[in-house]
């Protein structure tokens, strides 16, 4: 923004030394005219530039977001799979457990 500023400065004091030198009003005008609409020029470019890289962050926070609700999912998944096998093998454990006792309970019936 500084440089654009300092272009529209530099060409102002040329167009009015133009001035000067032709005589001319109506060239300084057209020059100074052509510096501003160069100057808006400039500042849509910059405008659509800063559009462009708005989109293109928001895409991107997007697919990131994406991304992370997908592993999201997968560590539900993989925490509910952990959490049956977890529960599967304490059945099993309880279930040998119980076979055991009835194992002790039987062995002592006997040897009594």
């Known amino acids: ?12 004091v040329l167009s009015i030394a133009a001035c000067d030198q032709n005589g001319g009003t109506e060239q300084a005008e057209g020059a100074v005219e052509e510096v501003v ?19 293109e962050a928001a895409d991107m926070a997007d697919a990131a977001m994406e991304k992370a609700a997908d592993a999201v999912n997968e560590a539900e998944m993989a925490a509910e799979d952990l959490q049956k096998q977890a529960g599967d093998a304490a059945d099993a454990a309880v279930e040998k457990a119980e076979e055991l006792k009835d194992d002790v309970s039987d062995a002592l019936s006997e040897g009594s």
């Open 37 to 55: 609409e160069q100057a808006a020029d400039a500042v849509d470019a910059a405008g659509d530039a800063i559009d462009a890289a708005a989109d």
């Open 1 to 12: 923004m500084k440089k654009l500023a300092l272009w529209v400065s530099v060409l102002g």
